[in-house]
């Protein structure tokens, strides 16, 4: 099973920029790394995702001010978020999908706060 472990939330000003970071074990290489969020009363929903080898994608709400990028040789992706509003408000989770079954393993989370 790989071990996800983010870090890197918090409370920042509309505006303001913070970044998370998520490191697994093993080769993230091969994983498909994606970002989630949720916020109170919501869906998780995804925010990016980064496929082995494949373009990363965004969604729409997020294009333009997040950037996700990986370290392989730290097995560490990071998001990168900018301009950031109340509405991403949300507990933030790293997803790594591996292996032929397509398994997930999720981080614990992590509080970002928008507000002034």
């Known amino acids: 099973q790989v071990q996800v472990v983010e870090s890197g939330g918090g409370l920042v000003q509309p505006g303001g920029s913070l970044r998370l970071s998520c490191t697994a074990s093993?080769?993230?290489?091969?994983?498909?790394m994606a970002w989630y969020r949720q916020a109170p009363g919501k869906q998780r929903e995804v925010v990016t995702t980064?496929?082995?080898?494949?373009?990363?994608t965004y969604a729409e709400s997020v294009k333009g001010r997040f950037t996700m990028s990986r370290d392989n040789a730290k097995n560490t992706v990071y998001l990168q978020m900018n301009s950031l509003k109340p509405e991403d408000t949300a507990v933030y989770y790293c997803?790594?999908?591996?292996?032929?079954?397509?398994?997930?393993?999720w981080g614990q989370g992590t509080q970002v706060t928008v507000s002034s």
């Open positions: 093993g080769n993230i290489f091969v994983y498909t």
């Open positions: 980064s496929p082995s080898g494949a373009t990363t």
């Open positions: 997803n790594v999908r591996y292996g032929r079954n397509l398994i997930d393993a």
